[in-house]
């Protein structure tokens, strides 16, 4: 039986060798944010890596990297599909205009190792319960876990998809996204994303022992909160948004909820 402990070693030294090939790529295209592609991508390596050396129950092994690699490629295809033509994202733009000729060589630490770090902190989740010898059957928690999972999944996807038609459509150049599930969230979509990795914890939950991979959940809900999420995409929006002021007031940043009535 393979330990957890070396497990999530080799994993780690595997999603640093992964993201250490993409670098070159990024400065071939001068584009930094090929990194988000293949963060989903990353997981999706973990949970077949994790599946492959742990001896867990096969049920719940096979459950959660299947559900790893769902989540997975399906955000990979999106971000590949959002990002075709418009160049490189805002973020890695001023990134790069903060640090100017000496990006090329930052980015590698500051961006893809950085990455490479939270991404195997954060797959922690996916890791333990594949490890985790007991209990050798699929439970209640696991089908529980699996609706959260799914919820969040189809929630962030279909968010992703009206956003998608909303600036498919020339006549909504410049203009505030407020329809559908963005009218009760102006972030669905990372909400969606939260619920993916809370359901994945209850499913580590199975066994008891997991309890300390709450470190994953959490650090995703901070990251898409505080860091990567909502407060840099809010950080500058309404300089390029004229009614998102009015957008702001009317709706929660987060947490879905009825849109509030003004005057």
């Not at 070396?6 to 071939?28: E, R, T, Y």
């Not at 930094?32 to 092994?61: E, K, M, P, Q, S």
């Not at 989740?125 to 696991?142: K, Y």
Request: hydrophobic content about 55%.
């Amino acid at each position: 039986m393979t330990a957890l402990p070396a497990i999530a070693g080799w994993n780690l030294l595997s999603v640093v060798i992964l993201m250490l090939c993409v670098w070159p790529f990024s400065l071939v295209r001068r584009d930094a944010g090929i990194v988000d592609i293949f963060w989903g991508l990353g997981f999706v390596l973990v949970a077949w890596l994790t599946f492959l050396h742990a001896d867990g129950y096969l049920g719940r092994r096979l459950l959660v990297a299947l559900l790893t690699t769902v989540w997975g490629f399906r955000l990979a295809l999106h971000l590949a599909w959002r990002s075709g033509g418009e160049g490189e994202d805002r973020r890695y733009r001023k990134m790069r205009a903060a640090h100017g000729k000496n990006f090329w060589w930052v980015s590698l630490f500051t961006v893809f190792g950085l990455q490479a770090v939270l991404l195997w902190l954060v797959s922690l989740v996916i890791q333990a319960p594949q490890a985790a010898d007991a209990p050798a059957r699929l439970t209640w928690l696991d089908g529980v876990g699996v609706l959260v999972w799914a919820f969040g999944t189809g929630f962030e996807a279909l968010a992703d998809w009206q956003l998608a038609a909303f600036k498919a459509d020339p006549a909504n150049r410049g203009a505030v996204m407020r329809r559908g599930l963005w009218a009760w969230s102006r972030h669905p979509n990372y909400f969606g994303e939260m619920l993916v990795w809370w359901g994945l914890y209850l499913v580590a939950l199975t066994s008891p022992r997991n309890a300390w991979t709450i470190i994953s959940p959490l650090t995703m809900t901070f990251l898409l909160l505080k860091v990567s999420g909502v407060s840099l995409m809010e950080k500058d929006i309404a300089d390029t948004r004229p009614g998102y002021p009015e957008y702001v007031r009317a709706t929660n940043a987060f947490w879905p909820w009825f849109p509030k009535r003004h005057g």
